[in-house]
């Protein structure tokens, strides 16, 4: 049997949504009941997550804080870089940097492509940038001049950086130079299986040692004592994501024509119907939902699969704060956190 070693972190992965002030109610209420990451999404047309996460940062001490993602069609690395160091330093070094290439991007006319060179040539002229060594960064996309340097102080000159990929290449990469791997909108204990083989081949060219780096699984989360209402909601919720990533899921066969139902759906707008359309088999692959114990449940399946984090995504409940409190209370201590080696 695999042995189990560090704890598998917990994380909450929050919509740029909300009033200000409401990011530190969340943050405050995250922290006090065990959430070791917070996470704030950067989707397309939602409020720049800069804000909110500085907001997190001023009333929090502990947990670690990041965007998942940025992504460098729509912002430069080096803005990239200036932002995760306003982070970084507002938090005292408790930030990671999170890259993805973006989803959307076509209806405000900004084309993707070399998605894989656009990730790692942004790590790299990133990790030149903050680390302040002035030897610049020598990329086919972008590029650093030597001796450029940064006319402010950073909290750290190595950055962690998570990677944020459902497909191989981008697997690969994560293996190569990322910290962390994130699949958006699993939940889907073979996907975390196949991803732990894909970023294997990656860190085996870059020398590194198999485990180097951490797999996290999140998506739509509803949690609630009436499990049936929290199901329904989530199937609503999740109706966007599916559209999007479940075509990317090699390890399940769908029901002939439902993503293209969800999706015509979806693009109507009618985001009830979209949901009341996705079986409840499928939704238990792309979104954690029903009662503590259900939730429970999900999550110990991906924590034994081998994920280093489990990210409990966007709304997480009919009221969010009470959510998190449930989360706290009745989801994780029912967990065996022990991460699979």
């Avoid at 800069?50 to 690395?77: K, Q």
């Avoid at 001796?147 to 293996?175: C, F, H, K, M, N």
């Avoid at 060219?205 to 199901?231: C, E, K, L």
């Avoid at 449940?297 to 449930?326: C, K, N």
């Amino acid at each position: 049997m695999t042995e189990r070693g560090e704890l598998v972190e917990i994380g909450l992965g929050i919509q740029s949504n909300k009033a200000p002030g409401r990011y530190a109610e969340v943050a405050m209420r995250a922290e006090r009941v065990g959430v070791d990451v917070l996470s704030v999404f950067s989707d397309l047309l939602f409020q720049p997550p800069l804000p909110a996460l500085l907001e997190m940062a001023r009333v929090t001490s502990r947990v670690r804080l990041g965007v998942a993602c940025w992504n460098p069609y729509t912002l430069h690395p080096y803005e990239i870089a200036g932002q995760f160091a306003a982070i970084d330093r507002a938090s005292n070094g408790r930030a990671y940097l999170g890259l993805a290439r973006g989803s959307w991007l076509e209806s405000v006319g900004v084309s993707q492509p070399q998605p894989v060179a656009h990730l790692e040539e942004a790590v790299g002229f990133i990790r030149a940038l903050l680390g302040g060594s002035g030897s610049g960064f020598d990329g086919d996309i972008f590029r650093l001049a030597p001796g450029a340097r940064l006319q402010y102080d950073v909290a750290r000159t190595e950055v962690p950086v998570l990677i944020g990929s459902w497909g191989p290449r981008g697997a690969d990469l994560a293996g190569r130079v990322a910290d962390e791997l994130k699949v958006g909108g699993t939940s889907n204990p073979a996907m975390v299986e196949a991803t732990r083989s894909r970023i294997a081949v990656g860190e085996l060219a870059a020398g590194r040692p198999t485990g180097s780096v951490g797999v996290v699984a999140g998506a739509v989360t509803v949690v609630s004592r009436d499990g049936r209402a929290a199901r329904n909601l989530a199937r609503s919720e999740v109706a966007m994501y599916l559209d999007v990533v479940a075509k990317f899921d090699q390890t399940i066969t769908l029901p002939d024509g439902l993503l293209d139902s969800v999706g015509r759906l979806v693009r109507d707008g009618d985001m009830d119907a979209a949901g009341r359309a996705i079986p409840g088999d499928v939704l238990d692959l792309f979104a954690f939902s029903g009662t503590p114990d259900d939730i429970a449940a999900q999550a110990q399946s991906l924590i034994d699969a081998g994920v280093s984090r489990v990210e409990f995504g966007t709304p997480h409940g009919f009221d969010e704060l009470e959510a998190i409190d449930l989360i706290g209370s009745a989801v994780i201590p029912q967990l065996d956190r022990r991460r699979v080696g």
